[in-house]
Nanobody, 125 residues
Framework: QVQLVESGGGLVQAGGSLRLSCAAS????????MGWFRQAPGKEREFVAA????????YYADSVKGRFTISRDNAKTTVYLQMNSLKPEDTAVYYC??????????????????WGQGTQVTVSS
């Protein structure tokens, strides 16, 4: 089992940056692909980014490509989301999630078994 705790959210002006962190418990972190999702008020949860167990492969939603960067440190059992050039439409609760390494659907935002509690990101105009 994997427990996930996000941090790093907050209020930032448009054009600013934030770095989200997601700390995972357990010694099997390196066997999980990791993803970031977000949910804005009144909207469905959407896929933001994903990273493979070895960090070789990274995937991004078109809406964040070129602005957000996902990374992970398996030694620290932590996954990060660096968010630059933030826009008001990036305002949402951001969640990290873990998908077993055998699940290839993680790249499309599916097959995630474990979720964090979320961290709020608010971008003011």
């Amino acid at each position: 089992q994997v427990q996930l705790v996000e941090s790093g959210g907050g209020l930032v002006q448009a054009g600013g940056s934030l770095r989200l962190s997601c700390a995972a418990s357990g010694r099997t972190f390196s066997r999980y692909h990791m993803g970031w999702f977000r949910q804005a008020p009144g909207k469905e949860r959407e896929f933001v980014a994903a990273i493979s167990v070895s960090s070789i492969s990274k995937y991004y939603a078109d809406s964040v490509k070129g602005r957000f960067t996902i990374s992970r440190d398996n030694a620290k059992t932590t996954v990060y989301l660096q968010m630059n050039s933030l826009k008001p439409e990036d305002t949402a609760v951001y969640y990290c999630a873990a998908a077993p390494f055998a699940n290839s659907n993680y790249v499309t935002g599916h097959g995630y078994d474990y979720w964090g509690q979320g961290t709020q990101v608010t971008v003011s105009s």
